[in-house]
T-cell receptor, first 114, second 114 residues
Framework: EAGVVQSPRYKIIEKKQPVAFWCNPISGHNTLYWYLQNLGQGPELLIRYENEEAVDDSQLPKDRFSAERLKGVDSTLKIQPAELGDSAVYLC????????????FGPGTRLTVL | QQQVKQSPQSLIVQKGGISIINCAYENTAFDYFPWYQQFPGKGPALLIAIRPDVSEKKEGRFTISFNKSAKQFSLHIMDSQPGDSATYFCAARGGSSNTGKLIFGQGTTLQVKP
């Protein structure tokens, strides 16, 4: 069974440029999560989806971050414009149930903003 | 009150020794406590988890000890092996009002010396 797929794995951009990350969850997993992981820190939830619905986006900085999961499968996280402080690893995870009992993480996208 | 505090930040253990990582929390509404293991360049992966109605759970060489009254839980890795060298994160699930939301600790980098 394929795991959570994320692309790109690495992205280097200039500040003020836009960037987008893509995630394909494990087949059949209706719950999808985007996390931010700063160097040397634990993951922090940005947004959680149940199918197409964003059920928890309280930690998403909505002035510059947006996310979508149009058909309840793949998801895209966008930053526009990027700031230096956005440099981090962006992790996508999925789970079979909505209770977060076991979340399967992708390898992440490492973003560097110059 | 939403924090999970993890210690130590780093740990060096000899092969065959016992690795112990501790976590503490404040929110008594937390209802699920997983431990995740993360290797460099990979996403975190669930290692073992416990619910607050159980004081101990063992899976192979990995044991969680849970002290509900002290609001503390710990991961014990018996017979530590070089392949266990990774970063370990404790986490807590937010309870009924935050179903599915995991709060992660800051992580512990474990190095097992041959």
């Amino acid at each position: 069974e394929a795991g959570v797929v994320q692309s790109p794995r690495y992205k280097i951009i200039e500040k003020k440029q836009p960037v987008a990350f893509w995630c394909n969850p494990i087949s059949g997993h209706n719950t999808l999560y985007w996390y931010l992981q700063n160097l040397g820190q634990g993951p922090e939830l940005l947004i959680r989806y149940e199918n197409e619905e964003a059920v928890d986006d309280s930690q998403l900085p909505k002035d510059r971050f947006s996310a979508e999961r149009l058909k309840g499968v793949d998801s895209t996280l966008k930053i526009q414009p990027a700031e230096l402080g956005d440099s981090a690893v962006y992790l996508c995870a999925s789970s079979l149930d909505p209770y977060g009992n076991e979340q399967f993480f992708g390898p992440g996208t490492r973003l560097t903003v110059l | 009150q939403q924090q999970v505090k993890q210690s130590p930040q780093s740990l060096i253990v000899q092969k065959g020794g016992i690795s112990i990582i501790n976590c503490a929390y404040e929110n008594t509404a937390f209802d699920y406590f997983p431990w995740y293991q993360q290797f460099p360049g990979k996403g975190p992966a669930l290692l073992i988890a416990i619910r607050p109605d159980v004081s101990e759970k063992k899976e192979g060489r990995f044991t969680i000890s849970f002290n509900k009254s002290a609001k503390q839980f710990s991961l014990h890795i018996m017979d530590s092996q070089p392949g266990d060298s990774a970063t370990y994160f404790c986490a807590a699930r937010g309870g009924s009002s935050n179903t599915g939301k995991l709060i992660f600790g800051q992580g512990t980098t474990l190095q097992v010396k041959p």
